[in-house]
Structure formats: structure tokens, C-alpha cells
């Protein structure tokens, strides 16, 4: 296990270096022309950044697999004198209570103090420059309007990008999903993303989010550890300073189970029946710098003098906070829940193709029998009619950084992109607008027939003329696209400007033949907007365009709910159902004659101290 | 609240219960929400280098960013710039968005957290982790026999009740 991790790590090493001279030789050859030669080859290259709030993946799009930088800086106890930026760690000798600074809380960037300094790391010339590269960097679902702010400033005018995609990872993935599987870009794709801060149940129709049907687990990774640390410290020794250590002893030691019921019973037998119980040593930081789980079969001289943590039903019993988080009692439903939840809360017409295209990726994937799990609670929860297919990646962490490649292969990315010129033009909250519209306007492009084409900023512009319906995050609402109309209540200030906007649209919209570019009616409209956008925020591009194109923007949520009660309603009995069967057979433990832990000594919390 | 057999066994336990305060369900969900808030916290212990001067200065990677090739260095923003401009915890930002989204009549980030689960509760024993069918008479934590409740009497029990 633990030659395996460390020829990863010098595998990940030579690669590294590989890659940096690649990068050198690119960037001696592109200096002069800035940003220009990208476009002479038929794909496009970029720097590629999928920042999360556990890990930076970082590399240029030509290589196979991103450089990964923890996304913290650390403080070891053993050296006073310096702080470990990312992959730094990586030279501390001794990594026992590691104090972490966190740049994200709750997966958002947070503390810049932070998240600079990994950045400026990321990018620095040995790691990951990005030249005259396009970036193309993730950040996550609803990421607020503040961060969205700083992140421009940081990238357009300290780092000075030439241009920047900014999108949500699973965005990314979608794509990549699709080219693997050759499905056209319109297949209802069901993603789940279950990471370091939280998880999320995202349904993708036409090639859009579906933001109705969206859910948010809030567990994660960054949880996950924390309990392990927690019923440790409790049952055994006092790892609450050793998040790091920890966080290596779930990575190697817990799987999910596929039926917890019977993996208790497993657990609690004794001696040589009991294969779930493993003796795991802890690093000491001198002879052993990873953990690893014993042999029990083989006689461990190395470990003599080492602390040995006896894990059992831990093993299994801390993933299984995805699926059910009220085990520990948060008032949430489980991950299975969730998918279902989400997928009843779209469209019904495209219920039966959500299922068929699940897609998991995300660290918590790795567990062992995750997606097994996930499988068999899908299977029992959803008709029986239906196909049910889970696809998880060989990395799913890796997964979103690797699907940067087929986003630039995307017909149309270089009118996605926003250069530098185009930010310090329009501002960020402009260029924001964009970013969180770009699944539209590759959609409606795709509907049009149109080749796409690069437009001038004016030009994407009247793009807003297409987005019928659409939300300031820039998903399709389905719901409402459709004929039916919403009387619109402006508020009072705003109406008049509304109106005015809605004319100049109108008229731009009557002539789609024209060519856009240059056309006076679409140049007043984007100038009207602009100056709108500074009056009053409260005005989106939805609904002006939709005011335009005489569609409602409203969402008429009663409408749209009334359709899905039934369907609810069907679930939950369904649920409620099976809890009955559950709850019957799920065996009162007698109290127990013989107890398996008789030879492991309780340290209450806090009294015995790891290392 | 279930009072099982095995408690009653003992004489002497059911007078050390009499004289337990029963924890109320206001201080219950304080108890909870301290478990939800120390599983989101990014470390348990202090600062080890709190005390130093030298830990507020993040090395800067200015030798790097001076060698990038077509860069001009006009801007360069120190950490503090960003972390003092953006400013705004993470309860702010999150109303923020539900305002603004109040006003766009869009999803917010609000919207899209998980609801309450309709499947029943699993009730685990706190101390050995296996199932647990009796919950303390005081606080209501989860135990599976007198054993773990002997445990959890002597260790995060009386801790809470405090
Ligand atoms: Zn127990
Ligand atoms: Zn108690």
C-alpha cells in the first residue's frame, strides 16, 4: 500500500517535470505574438485550473493529468520557522498536528489571505504559469457575487490573463461524459458531485442545468474525517489535532457497505470470523511516514513501537453518513434520496433518460462499494421499468480537470472565453453574466444551426435575445419557456426602464435576419443595458430578454409543482413503505454476553494523547 | 423516551438517574449544533505559531511572478489587500444571494439544500458504534448496553449536562 502511494507520488514527480519543460519550451516559442498562435491549431490550448476547496488540479491542457496542489497552507509543530504552501508539505519532515488554513468555508473561497498565497504558488513558474494561456478555471454552483469579483480581479489584472472561462465543474464533466459516450450534447445527464465541502445532485436537460431539480447534501470529505477524528478520539486515542493523519486513515481504511445490517453483524464477530476489523499503524513520522494497514498474517517488526489504531465498524459505518446523515443527526436526507428527489423534481418526459445517465465523480467516490451501494439503493427506490446506470470514472477526482479537453475541442469555446480587453471594458459584472449564461448560448446556437462564429462583445450581447426564460445563473428553466404567459410586476422604479429596454429589444429582435455586428438597434440596447445594470441590479439579462421576446421570465412555481405533487406523493409512500419492512427486520441487538472490545481499553475523550 | 429493562435492573442507577438534570430540548439542540459546527471546523487546536510574529507573513512568490515572460509588474496586491476588499463572512454572502435572488425571482443557494429525510432515523450506540436501542435518560444520546452506558455516563454525558 505504501510503495504503491509512494511510486504515485514519483510517478506524479517525473511527470511534473516532464510537463514544466514542455510548458517552457511553449511559452519561449508563443512570447512576442501575446495570446495570438493558440488559434492557428485546430484545438485549442489552455491552463486549466479545477480549484477546489481540498485540492488545486492545475496543468496545461496538453498534458494527460493535472499537477495536485492541497488548497491550504499548513503549520507544522516541528517547524516553527515556516508555513507550507501546497505541495510544500510534501517537505516536512514531520507531519503530526498539522494546523491547516482553509481558503474555503462551506466550499467558497473566504479567506483571500489564504487563497492568494496557494494561488500565487499554483501559478508560479516551476508549478503551473499561465503565460499567455487562456484559463479556464472552475468555481462552484451558485459561487457568490463578491468572490466572482475577486476572482476576476485576481486573474485579469494581477495575473494578467488573456482570457478566462469561468464554469461550474460539473459543467465540465457533462462534456466530457458526453464525448466518451458519444451521446449527443442534448442527453438529460444526471451528475453528482460529492467532494470535500459537500455534494451535490445536479440535472442537466438539454445541455442546461435544471435548477429546480438541483440538491445540496451538505456532507462531505471535510465531515467525513472530522467524525472519524471525533468517535477516535473517543474510543481510542486523542487525534483531534491530527486531521492529516486521519484524513490518510479514511482514505486506506473505509469503503461503504452494501448492506449495513449485515456488515454490523460481521463486525461484531470475534477473532478470525471478524474480517472487518484491521489493525491500522500510525505513522510516527521517523520509521513510517504514511499509516498502513497490517498484515495480520505477518509478523510486523516495523511497527513495534508504533501506536496501532483497531478500526471496526468505524470502516463502514463513517461513509455511511452519505447516505443517511440523520445517523449522526443532521436533518438531511442521504445522497440516494437526494438523486431521487432530484430526478422527480424535473420535467417527466425526461425522467427515465436522468436515470439511465447518472455520473458520480468527486473524492467521496472512492470509496470502496460506492457506487455498488448507490446502485442498489437507485435500483429500489426508482420503478422498476426504468434503467438505472451509475458510470463512475477511473479518477473521479481527476475527472473535471481531464474534461477540460473536451471543453476546448467545443466548437464555440473562443466566443465562451472573455478576454482581458472585454473585462476591463464591461466590468466584472458583465463579463459574470456571461460566464453563468454560457450553457445557454452554446444551446441555442446548437438549436439555430448557426456556425459559431466569434463575436465582438456588442454581438454576444444581443445574444440575450435568444435567452428566453432564462435565470441570472444562466440555467434553463423548462418550465417556463414554453408559450404560456406570466403577467410581469416590475417594481415601480424599475418598470419604465424595463419598458424602454423591452422596445429597443423588440426592435433588434424583428430583424434576425441582419447581421448583428455594428446593427444600430443592438448597440443602443447593450449600451441601454449596460447603463441599466449600473442603475438598478435588480434587472437581468433573463428578463429583459424575455421581456423582448414576449415570453414570461416568472416562474410560475405553483404550475410547475402541482405536475410533480403526484409524483411526490407516489414517492414518499413508496419510502414510507419500505421504512415499515426496514425497521421490522432490522434486529434488536440483545445485550451483549461477550463483549468484542473486551481487550481494547476506553480512553475516554481527550486523556491519552497520539504521538 | 424509552426506559428499558436493563436500566431498571439496577437500584442504585435509577437513584443516580433521579438525581441527573434531564437536559431539555433547547440545550439538546445547542449540544447538536456544537457536534454540526466542530465536524465543518478546519482544525481543533490552536494556532502552534500563534505566538510568533513571522506566521502573518505568507512568503510571497515574487521571484517567480517577475520571471513570467510577458508580464508587466504594475499590479501587485498583497494578500491583505483581497482578504480586507472582499471582506464578508460567509452568513453575508449568503443572504446576499437570497436577497438578490428574491429580486430575480431565481434559485438560491438556499433553495437547493437537502430537505428532511423521509426514512427514520437509525439509531446507533454512541460509544461502541453498533446498534444502539436505549438513549440516555439525561440527554438522549444513543447506547447499546450497560456497558456503553456505564461509558457514556462517565465521559460525554456528564460533560454536556454541565
Ligand atoms: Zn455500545
Ligand atoms: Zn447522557
Known sequence: MADAERNASLLRKNDKQKTIQKTVRRGRSSSGNSGTDYCKSDKM??????????????????????????????????????????????????????YYLLPCERGYITKWDVQKPVWDYTFSKNVCPINDYPVILTQPLFNFKLIQDCMDEIFFEEYEASSMLRLNPTDMARLKYNEDHNLTDDTPVLIIDTGFSFTHVIPYIKGNKYLKGIKRLNVGGKLLTNHLKDIISYRQYNVMEETYVINQVKEDTCYVAEDVKAELKLAEKYGKKNNIVKNYVLPDFNNIRRGYIQDPDKVDEGAENCQILRLNNERFLVPEILFHPSDIGMKSMGIAEAIVKSIFLCPLEYQRALARHILIIGGNCKFPGFKERLFKELRSLLPHLWHVNIYQPEDPILYTWQSGSALLSYPNIKSLLVSKKEYDELGSALIQQRFNHWNNSIVVENEEGKTPSQPSPLEEFSLMNNLKGKSVFGKHDIGTSSSETTTMTPTPTSSRILINLSEILQEAASEPGKEVV???????????????????????????????????????DNENTNEQTDQDGITAKKIRLRDRSTSQDFPLVPPQEEDPFENLVLFPFGRNSYI | MTISKSTLRGSNRIKENDKRRVVDETSRKRRQRKVMELLESDNYHDDPHADLVMSKKVPKFEDNLEQRTTRTKKKERTADYYQNKFRKNFQQLVEEDRNEAEENNRVSYM???????????????????????????????RFCSIRCMDTHMETRCLKWAA
Open chain 1, 45 to 98: 490550448n489552455a491552463v486549466v485550473v479545477d480549484s477546489g476547496a481540498f485540492t488545486i488540479k492545475a496543468g496545461h491542457s496538453s498534458r494527460d493529468n493535472p499537477t495536485i496542489i492541497p488548497n491550504c497552507i499548513m503549520k507544522a509543530k516541528s517547524e516553527r520557522k515556516r508555513l507550507f504552501i501546497g505541495n510544500q508539505i510534501s517537505e516536512c519532515r514531520d507531519c503530526s498536528g498539522l
Open chain 1, 518 to 556: 455594428g446593427a444600430p438597434g443592438t448597440q443602443s440596447a447593450a449600451a441601454a443595458f449596460a447603463e441599466i445594470v449600473e442603475k438598478n441590479a435588480i434587472i437581468t439579462t433573463a428578463s429583459a430578454a424575455a421581456l423582448a421576446s414576449g415570453a414570461a421570465v416568472l416562474p410560475n
Open chain 2, 111 to 141: 433553495d437547493i439544500k437537502c430537505e428532511e429525510s423521509t426514512l427514520p432515523p437509525r439509531h446507533f450506540c454512541a460509544v461502541c458504534g453498533f446498534l444502539g436501542q436505549y438513549n440516555c435518560l439525561s440527554c438522549g444520546t
